[in-house]
């Protein structure tokens, strides 16, 4: 049953999970009055994050149904309220994966408010007015402007929508770790799907020798002559593993299941770090001893704050990076999501709110 909250009388159409079957319909529901921070957003595309499934099929036993998933959303703002400065309407934009945070802790203060205690997600949150957010499978948002980010003028809409995500999640670990101003280090990244093929990119782009470690041979091919990748390392090959130890200075752990870290450690040079952003629902092995020989790091990470957003944006358009991605329809939805679940895509499914596409 859909919330009712007051001032919430903007109906939307959109899609939603109603169970734990995770099946995707129609649904129609309210979106609050544009306020005097808010900005209407007409939505264009929408990208397909894993998040989404754990959140319709209830994987992590924090649903709120009906889910109405997406955080990778891009459109045009046709509405602005009366303390919005810096966007007008017209203006191309991006919402990711926060809609709220207390605005006063030392975390928000220094924009690092992806880390607020009291952070509140784009959907399955609860927004400052006490109403459920629903997401980005939907035909329009309202959202407070001091979490949406411009798009540059000419980077495609539906190419840009992943890396609202999936861009700043990768993105965010090499900046921390001084490998956006500085080339020339060999960086390693494991598993090559919607984060890690975003992570190559960025690699070869900001000038580091790249490394693509994974499971399957098949990735081979994509990732040294689509993606410019120098080196692959089948991980599941102790001898291609054994003659990459101590060669890279940093490591982007991207996979989502469950794996031990050790024999990836031995590939850090002494003083390595490796970051991990996938995010297994069961503990990874943690192996004492690589970690102790060759005093290396190992830490997490999650999205970035909207001034890191904007700024990879920023770069996304002067490099032209952008995600490869699969365009799907509304209908196609629960195919998308099915498809997901195997992995069976190249790299990340956009939803085509709007149905331009069928338009060009
Ligand atoms: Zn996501
Ligand atoms: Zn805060």
């Not at 203060?109 to 980005?136: K, L, P």
Request: glycine share 10%; aromatic share 8%.
């Amino acid at each position: 049953m859909a919330q009712t909250t007051p001032n919430h009388t903007q109906t939307v159409s959109g899609w939603a999970a109603h169970d734990s079957s995770g099946k995707i319909t129609p649904f129609s529901f309210k979106r609050r009055e544009n306020g005097e921070n808010d900005v209407t957003i007409e939505i264009l595309y929408c990208g397909m994050c894993h998040t989404d499934i754990h959140h319709v099929k209830d994987d992590w036993g924090i649903t709120m149904y009906p889910v109405v998933p997406g955080h990778e959303i891009t459109g045009i703002i046709t509405k602005v309220g009366s303390n919005v400065g810096k966007f007008k309407i017209g203006d191309r934009v991006g919402v990711g994966c926060l809609a709220a945070t207390c605005l006063k802790c030392e975390y928000c203060e220094d924009s690092q408010e992806n880390y607020c205690d009291q952070v509140q997600f784009t959907y399955n949150g609860i927004f400052w007015d006490g109403s459920i957010t629903y997401g980005g499978y939907s035909k329009m948002l309202v959202a407070d402007h001091r979490y949406v980010v411009r798009i540059p003028d000419k980077m495609a809409m539906d190419r840009a929508a992943p890396l609202l995500c999936a861009g700043i999640t990768v993105y965010t670990p090499l900046k921390d770790n001084n490998l956006v101003d500085t080339k020339g280090k060999r960086i390693g990244i494991i598993g090559l799907g919607g984060l890690g093929h975003v992570a190559v990119k960025f690699g070869k782009a900001f000038g580091h020798h790249v490394t693509v470690i994974s499971t399957s041979p098949s990735k081979e091919q994509e990732a040294k002559h689509n993606l410019g990748a120098d080196v692959f390392v089948l991980s599941t090959d102790p001898k291609q593993m054994q003659e990459r130890k101590r060669t890279l200075d940093f490591i982007l752990d991207t996979v989502s299941a469950k794996h031990s870290l050790g024999s990836y450690l031995e590939l850090l040079k002494v003083n390595g770090t490796l970051v991990i952003v996938g995010a297994p629902d069961k503990p990874i092995d943690l192996p004492a001893f690589p970690m102790i020989f060759g005093k290396r790091t190992v830490k997490g990470s999650m999205i970035g704050s909207i001034q890191e957003t904007q700024e990879m944006m920023d770069l996304c358009g002067k490099h032209n990076i952008l995600s490869d991605i699969e365009i799907i329809s509304t209908d196609q939805i629960n195919e998308g999501l099915d498809r997901l679940v195997k992995n069976d895509v190249k790299y990340r499914f956009v939803i085509d709110i709007a149905g331009q596409s069928s338009h060009l």
